[in-house]
């Protein structure tokens, strides 16, 4: 019982902090942000597209639906064969190897091919990036089919009080927690006014491939629409300590606890947020029967 009331008093000292010292900046930044927004008609579905394997299966679904739907992919999906099938509207990055300057030489590599990709694009596209990644894109991308937009991020710290936290973003004190693109996706597509949106491709299984070797070495990584086998994934970041087993769960445990605020969050403002991934661990949203 007092770790409850614990828990309750530490969400209710983030509410007023974020409310106090954080809120009129933020605020200002999200109204500068959607003054740059498209005016998508609120009748406009949109489709997310995760990168999960599911999508192999669901793509003729997702082909069905695009001309009557704007299309968002994330991270890397542009190394897959469906991006200029679907030619995205929007595309979100928020993990910084997309623009850190102390990436492994495989990641640099990956990196420059995403830009080159970008700027060989011959359809209107908007880029969605954080704001301390908009000066590495603005220098790199020359593709005037690009339109390059930065989203305000004041992210509020995980609280265990749901109706606190969906009350914080109703209000605008603060974003959700960015510890996966799909959060942010969602929420882009919120910012731009779609009362339905449907996602694809959202397996969020990764987990499941996590190993350690025998001298402690995590292993994570998965299987994406664009592998053609499962290898685990190399060290991202140069002189990086790794994360540990731990450290690397909590991370997509505080994800999945995300999905279920912005659930509750998209309920409220009356926009319906259904997965019709063939395959998902996600049960924070409706499930396509």
Request: with cysteine.
């Amino acid at each position: 019982m007092l770790y409850k009331y614990l828990n309750l008093l530490f969400d209710l000292m983030v509410f007023s902090y974020f409310l106090l010292f954080k809120s009129f900046r933020y605020r200002y930044k999200l109204y500068k942000f959607r003054k740059f927004l498209p005016k998508y008609n609120v009748n406009t579905s949109a489709i997310l597209l995760g990168n999960g394997p599911s999508l192999d299966d669901d793509i003729e679904s997702v082909i069905s639906e695009r001309d009557s739907s704007i299309i968002y992919a994330v991270n890397f999906f542009i190394d897959s064969d469906f991006f200029y099938l679907l030619k995205p509207d929007s595309y979100i990055v928020l993990d910084p190897i997309f623009w850190s300057p102390n990436l492994s030489t495989q990641f640099i590599s990956k990196r420059n091919n995403f830009i080159f990709r970008l700027n060989d694009i011959n359809w209107k596209m908007i880029l969605y990036v954080p704001e301390k990644a908009y000066v590495f894109f603005s220098q790199n991308i020359s593709n005037k089919n690009v339109n390059l937009i930065k989203f305000p991020m004041c992210e509020l710290p995980i609280m265990s009080n749901n109706f606190l936290y969906v009350s914080a973003l109703r209000f605008s004190l603060g974003s959700p927690f960015g510890s996966n693109v799909l959060i942010y996706s969602i929420w882009t597509a919120i910012q731009n006014n779609h009362l339905n949106i449907d996602l694809y491709g959202v397996d969020m299984d990764i987990f499941k491939f996590i190993s350690v070797s025998k001298n402690n070495e995590l292993y994570t990584g998965g299987m994406h629409v664009y592998d053609k086998v499962y290898s685990p994934e190399p060290t991202k970041f140069l002189n990086y300590p790794n994360k540990s087993v731990s450290e690397r769960l909590y991370q997509h445990y505080v994800t999945f606890r995300m999905l279920d605020i912005i659930s509750i969050f998209a309920d409220c403002q009356g926009i319906s947020i259904v997965n019709k991934s063939s395959h998902s661990l996600i049960d924070s949203f409706k499930r396509k029967r």
